[in-house]
């Protein structure tokens, strides 16, 4: 599952057990496909809406038990049925998939961690689900692992995202920027090359910090959870924590040099996932 949209999910997706990666598979067909439909191609908003509304109408057709001939849900019905995976979570990642479609700004921080709730925390949720591990406890580590994910995705891509829609997309809290001297004008003329501001690379600073202090609040799930999942978690971890180390290594100037896990930086992910911090022991 290491592809665009979801480079920073499941990293570690060959440690999945066998049985499992073709469940894993038919939620991302799910979650690729409709972030999709909110993200890619030149549709206008009103097609874009209407057929993610059609996906909301396939999760409501799998509740109320009528028949559904769409690929995606004919493969996802049957994964759904047997893990009794809750049908509120791709609900949700809907509901965010929706929201990208027209809106482009985040007045604050928790404004963008509602955003996460929905679009990224249904992930680790449903992971759980099928390897029956969904305590309350686990829920919440896993919602801090994933919402640091998408935290981080989102300070990888800012250069990205300033390119999409009419007025470009900015992740970056709207308060946030105004505290450290950034507009949105900033960031929109930054988006076609021209190097980041100091008050750009701090604000940046800032954000990586915010996200690497939840991933690591989240972190000590990988190492309670015995093995292929928590294996799994732990690369996941880890991966996410290497793209932050990368986006400080290019000083913040992540319109120019945009962070990416490589093959170089596998062996290294593969060791931290072994060995354990001192700091994570209890």
Same mark, same amino acid.
């Given at each position: ?9 499941p990293?570690?997706?060959v ?9 894993v598979?038919?939620?991302?067909g ?8 909110a993200?890619?191609g ?25 028949p ?20 509120q979570?791709?609900?949700?990642? %809907?509901?965010?998939?929706m929201?990208?479609v +027209?809106?482009? &700004?985040?007045? #604050?921080?928790? *404004?963008?961690? =509602? @955003? ?15 390897f029956?591990h969904?305590?309350?406890?686990n ?10 994910l998408?935290l ?16 470009g ?9 105004a ?6 004008g ?5 988006s ?18 915010r ?17 292929r999942?928590? %294996? ?6 880890? +991966?996410?924590? &290497?793209?932050? #180390?990368?986006? *400080?290594?290019? =000083? @913040? ?5 945009r ?20 700091d994570?022991?209890?």
């Amino acid at each position: 599952m290491a592809v665009d949209h979801y480079e920073n999910f499941p990293v570690a997706s060959v440690l999945l057990p066998a049985p499992l990666r073709e469940p894993v598979a038919a939620i991302y067909g799910f979650a690729r496909s409709a972030d999709d439909f909110a993200d890619e191609g030149d549709l206008p908003p009103d097609q874009r809406r209407e057929l993610l509304a059609g996906y909301q109408a396939e999760l409501d057709a799998i509740e109320q038990g009528r028949p559904t001939q769409h690929p995606v849900f004919l493969r996802l019905r049957p994964v759904i049925a047997s893990y009794g995976l809750p049908l509120q979570l791709f609900r949700d990642l %809907l509901d965010a998939f929706m929201q990208d479609v +027209g809106k482009d &700004r985040y007045r #604050d921080f928790p *404004e963008l961690m =509602d @955003y996460c709730r929905r679009s990224a925390d249904p992930v680790g949720r449903l992971l759980l689900h099928l390897f029956g591990h969904a305590t309350a406890e686990n829920l919440t580590r896993s919602d801090a692992i994933c919402s640091a994910l998408q935290l981080i995705n989102h300070w990888q891509d800012v250069g990205i995202d300033a390119g999409k829609g009419t007025n470009g997309r900015i992740y970056l809290p709207q308060d946030d920027m105004a505290r450290f001297g950034v507009s949105d004008g900033d960031v929109l003329r930054r988006s076609v090359g021209k190097p980041a501001s100091t008050d750009f690379r701090q604000l940046l600073a800032f954000q990586v910090n915010r996200a690497r202090a939840l991933m690591l609040s989240g972190a000590p799930l990988g190492w309670d959870l015995q093995g292929r999942i928590g %294996l799994e978690i732990r690369a996941i971890v880890a +991966g996410g924590l &290497r793209i932050l #180390d990368k986006i *400080e290594a290019v =000083d @913040y100037d992540v319109f120019n040099r945009r962070p990416r896990l490589q093959a170089p930086d596998w062996p290294l992910i593969l060791w931290q996932s072994l060995v354990r911090p001192l700091d994570t022991h209890r």
